[in-house]
């Protein structure tokens, strides 16, 4: 999986600037508390490989839940798990006949990163964040189309699609 990176980090951005952190526990009265999460926005992803040149984007949804646990001083662990919809299409035409293909695919994604939060007294908390995603297939379905006809079938054992995706959040 290729993910678009202008448009995810982006909305990955927004929607962990506007989640409402809620705290969990406090550690002492001096430190700041662990605090949990809620994390939804849209994946943007195609295919790569040998066959897959004419692979366009497809976006799906993501969402999930996060905590974040202070080291020390402005640096914090931050893991994530998220549900998230990945894939890719395609449109092909020969003889006047369409095919649409769609490749949808479920994945388990388990970011582990590093959150540097400057100190501030406001509400606002901005924030910058790294690590590496480990991703687990959870679901593969093909969703096919020619003409007014279309089709949809497990593609778990029809194509060499990776069942585990490794990639990098920053």
Partial sequence: MRPLPNFSLALIAIGTTLALPLPAQVISANASPVRVGIL??????????KDADDAERRTGFLAGL?????????????????????????????AGTTVDADLKLSYLDLPV?????????????PHLYAGPSFGFKADCSLEVTIGDVTDESDCDSDFDIKSFDMGGVI
């Fill in 40 to 49: 939804a926005g849209a994946s943007s992803t195609t295919i790569g490989g």
């Fill in 66 to 94: 996060y905590l974040v646990k202070p080291l020390s001083g402005s640096l914090a662990l931050r893991p994530e798990v998220l549900w998230s919809q990945k894939g890719a299409g395609t449109t092909l035409s020969e």
């Fill in 113 to 125: 990163l590093l959150q540097f939060e400057p100190a501030t007294t406001s509400t606002i908390r």
